[in-house]
Every structure is written in C-alpha cells, then in structure tokens.
C-alpha cells in the first residue's frame, strides 16, 4: 500500500509581524473566480501570487523574493502536520482531521491510489507548468483512507492539549487549527498508510500532474517529486462528509423545458410543482430536481440500480438528462459553458430567480461506500460529482525542492 512520509516544508514566517494568517491564506485555486483573486492580490503576502498568479515567471520571481526575505520559511527537520478543522453542517457543529505530509506517487494502475472524478488537459497543463516554474508543490490534494480505529484523531487529540502554530478563521463558521506532530508519532501514522488504500477526494488534476512531471525528471529513489504533497482524513471520522455539487445550467442555448421533461419521462417518474421548496428534499441519492422559472420538478430513475454508478444522482443526470434528453454531446459538457457548478443551494435557486441562469439541478450526495466502491472498480465518476467540504486552504505549508 501507498508511502506516507515527513517532509520538510516551507511555511509563512509567524514571527513577521506583517505575516497574518487570514491575509496569506487563500482558498483552492480551482475555485477562485477573476474578483476573488483580485481581492486577495490586494494583500501583499497573499499565497494567491504564487498559486494562482498572472503568469509562471511571477510566480517564480515573487517565491524566490519571499524565501530570500524569509516571509517562507523552512522547516529545520521532517515531519508531520496535523490540522483541526471546524465547521457546521447544518445545525450540527464538526471536527475534521487531516495529516499533511508526503504521499508517494503511484500509477493508479498500481491499485494504491485510486481516483474518482474525470480530468481536462487544460487544467493538469496549467498545474505543470506552475509546477516547474516553481520547483514545488504548493496546494496539497485531499486523500482519505478507512480507519474504524480513529488512530489518526487520537495522535489529534493528543497534539490539542498544546498551544496550535497557526489558527485561523478560514471563512464564517470555519475555523482550522495546526500543530507539529511530535516526531514520536510518525512511525504510527507512516505504518497506518501503509495498509490502506488511499482514495483521492479533491486535487485529481494535481494528482496527475504529479505523475507526469515524475515521468519527465531523473529518476532516482531519493527525489523529492516521487511524493506529492498530500493532506489525508479518515472515512471513519464523524468529521468527514461529502457534499453535492449541483448543476446551473447557463443561457448559451435556451431550452424548451416542457420537451425537455417530456422526453425524461421515459426514464424517469417526474413530479411537477410551482412550488421550489417541495422539491429540494429527497430521499434517493440517485436523484435530481429540476428549478426553473416555471417552478420544478424532481425526477425518480424508473430503473432500480443493477450497479454502482446508478446510485450516483450525477451520473444519472449525466447520461439521462443531459445527453439524452437535452441533447449536449461530450464537447458541450467540457466546454463550461452550458453548466457551472456550485455547493451552494441558495446560488442556484437565486440564479434562477434573478433569470442570471435558466435553470438549475439539486442534487444529493454521494454516499461514502458508493465513493470506495467506485475507486476500487478503477472508474471515474462524471466531472464535480462530490464536494469536500470545508475545502482544504492553500498556504498553510507548502512544499519545495532544489533550495539550499
């Protein structure tokens, strides 16, 4: 099974009074638009001129300034870093815990890092490009793995009767907390990864940008890019959940939604209402509710699951509403310009009232064995069929090689 090592990371240098941890924090890249990084281009340490910057040379030029001028700091020895975070899922208050460290970098055909969600081209270039440009890593992905004996929050526990090196409110209602693990832990935590399969929950784009850079580099057992820098939290932990992205379709083509339902019928049981509000709350994962300006309507596959993928409301949506019945081809569906896609319920029902999008699809989550399930098949799931959330936030550490 899969690597897990310390690493010796770089971090922001909390003894510089112009280092704050909200104002060099920035959430993922891929989930930035234009005005967030704008607005966060406003601070001048922000970790977005690195990871999202206006081109590779800058972001070159400006970590080079920051280690020089000791802003990023690096550690004096390996280790482990372990983050508490805290959040609200609904009226109930949650702890996530997650260990950052080096995970070795493993062809999925190996069968010891498994994926669950389609790549684009475009993205992974980007990611590489960034990724020589800058020697390092600078986000880590999100892995999780199956452990009922919650070894990896006890080590948690343990580290929070100490004083955190960083605290910081990520967003309303988030709060994450860091500590250094004591060195006598990590042959603990490198022995449980040992003998788990690792699944990945968000990052399949740095992923594989991993892989391809380690194909390009000189190979040798000691270099840096055979580990990429990887956060990993526990399936088993109360703290862990899954979200559902849901579906806002754009104006690029307007639909006649009235043919549109009438050719899901076929597939589908369809229950229409002018109210919104009956409909956003249903029991099958499977599936979906249509909102729109005449109100909505929630479709129910006719066809019992006979396998996995038909447990999965993104899936069914994908085949059977909209390749089938709204008539988009695989080009359409990778273009971003006839569906976005957002956590946010509210974002779409508002969308859609504002007449901003035409309509939009609710979706449930993914269940977590349907998750295992579908990895350990060696397939992938349609592009955004799960959220992990809170989502990780970049620059608590970052990882660098080929520095003195």
């Given at each position: 099974?899969?690597?897990?090592?310390?690493?010796?990371?770089?971090?922001?240098?909390?003894?510089?009074?112009?280092?704050?941890?909200?104002?060099?924090?920035?959430?993922p890249?891929?989930?930035?638009?234009?005005?967030?990084?704008d607005?966060?281009?406003?601070?001048?340490?922000?970790?977005?001129h690195?990871?999202?910057?206006?081109?590779?040379?800058?972001?070159?030029?400006?970590?080079?300034a920051?280690?020089?001028?000791?802003?990023?700091?690096?550690?004096?020895?390996?280790?482990?870093?372990?983050?508490?975070?805290e959040?609200?899922?609904?009226?109930?208050k949650k702890?996530?815990?997650?260990?950052?460290?080096g995970?070795?970098?493993?062809?999925?055909?190996?069968?010891?890092?498994?994926?669950?969600?389609?790549?684009?081209?475009?993205?992974?270039?980007?990611?590489?490009?960034?990724?020589?440009?800058?020697?390092?890593?600078?986000?880590?992905?999100?892995?999780?793995?199956?452990?009922?004996?919650?070894?990896?929050?006890?080590?948690?526990?343990?580290?929070?009767?100490?004083?955190p090196?960083?605290?910081?409110?990520?967003?309303?209602?988030?709060?994450?907390?860091?500590?250094?693990?004591?060195?006598?832990?990590?042959?603990?935590?490198q022995?449980?990864?040992?003998?788990?399969?690792?699944?990945?929950a968000?990052?399949?784009?740095?992923?594989?940008?991993?892989?391809?850079?380690?194909?390009?580099?000189?190979?040798?057992?000691?270099?840096?890019?055979?580990?990429?820098f990887?956060?990993?939290?526990?399936?088993?932990?109360?703290?862990?959940?899954?979200?559902?992205?849901?579906?806002?379709?754009?104006?690029?083509?307007?639909?006649?939604?009235?043919?549109?339902?009438?050719?899901a019928?076929?597939?589908?049981?369809?229950?229409?209402?002018?109210?919104?509000?009956?409909?956003?709350?249903?029991?099958?994962?499977?599936?979906?509710?249509?909102?729109?300006?005449?109100?909505?309507?929630?479709f129910?596959?006719?066809?019992?699951?006979?396998?996995?993928?038909?447990?999965?409301?993104?899936?069914?949506?994908?085949k059977?509403?909209?390749?089938?019945?709204?008539?988009?081809?695989d080009?359409?569906?990778a273009?971003?310009?006839?569906?976005?896609?957002?956590?946010?319920?509210?974002?779409?029902?508002?969308?859609?009232?504002?007449?901003?999008?035409?309509?939009?699809?609710?979706?449930?989550?993914?269940?977590?064995?349907?998750?295992?399930?579908?990895?350990?098949?060696?397939?992938?799931?349609?592009?955004?069929?799960?959220?992990?959330?809170?989502?990780?936030?970049?620059?608590?550490?970052?990882?660098?090689?080929g520095?003195?």
């Open positions: 099974m899969p690597q897990f090592i310390p690493l010796k990371f770089y971090k922001f240098n909390g003894s510089n009074p112009e280092i704050v941890s909200e104002k060099v924090i920035s959430p890249y891929d989930v930035l638009s234009s005005e967030d990084k607005q966060l281009s406003r601070q001048r340490y922000n970790i977005v690195i990871d999202s910057p206006k081109s590779y040379e800058v972001a070159s030029s400006k970590l080079e920051w280690i020089s001028e000791r802003i990023l700091v690096k550690d004096s020895q390996s280790g482990f870093y372990i983050m508490a975070t959040y609200r899922a609904g009226h109930e702890i996530r815990w997650g260990v950052f460290g995970l070795k970098v493993h062809p999925f055909e190996d069968k010891k890092v498994f994926p669950h969600e389609q790549t684009y081209p475009k993205a992974k270039d980007d990611r590489l490009k960034l990724m020589q440009a800058t020697k390092g890593q600078l986000s880590p992905i999100f892995g999780i793995y199956n452990d009922p004996d919650l070894i990896m929050e006890s080590i948690g526990q343990e580290c929070s009767r100490q004083t090196i960083l605290k910081f409110a990520q967003e309303p209602g988030v709060v994450n907390r860091v500590w250094n693990i004591p060195e006598k832990f990590n042959e603990t935590i022995n449980i990864i040992e003998h788990k399969k690792v699944f990945i968000d990052g399949h784009h740095r992923y594989e940008t991993a892989l391809n850079f380690q194909k390009m580099m000189p190979s040798h057992p000691e270099s840096p890019w055979n580990h990429i990887t956060y990993l939290s526990n399936i088993s932990s109360p703290g862990l959940e899954i979200f559902p992205y849901h579906r806002i379709v754009s104006w690029k083509q307007g639909f006649n939604w009235e043919q549109v339902i009438t050719e019928r076929k597939d589908f049981h369809v229950t229409q209402s002018p109210d919104v509000s009956t409909q956003l709350n249903f029991d099958h994962p499977n599936s979906f509710t249509l909102v729109n300006n005449q109100g909505s309507a929630l129910v596959p006719k066809k019992q699951p006979d396998n996995t993928f038909e447990n999965i409301g993104a899936y069914i949506l994908d059977l509403m909209l390749r089938k019945a709204m008539l988009l081809n080009q359409d569906l273009s971003g310009e006839f569906l976005s896609y957002t956590h946010d319920q509210n974002k779409v029902l508002e969308d859609v009232k504002s007449k901003k999008s035409q309509a939009g699809f609710i979706l449930k989550s993914v269940p977590m064995n349907i998750l295992q399930e579908v990895c350990e098949m060696g397939q992938v799931m349609p592009r955004k069929s799960t959220y992990f959330y809170p989502k990780l936030p970049t620059g608590v550490l970052v990882h660098l090689w520095r003195n």
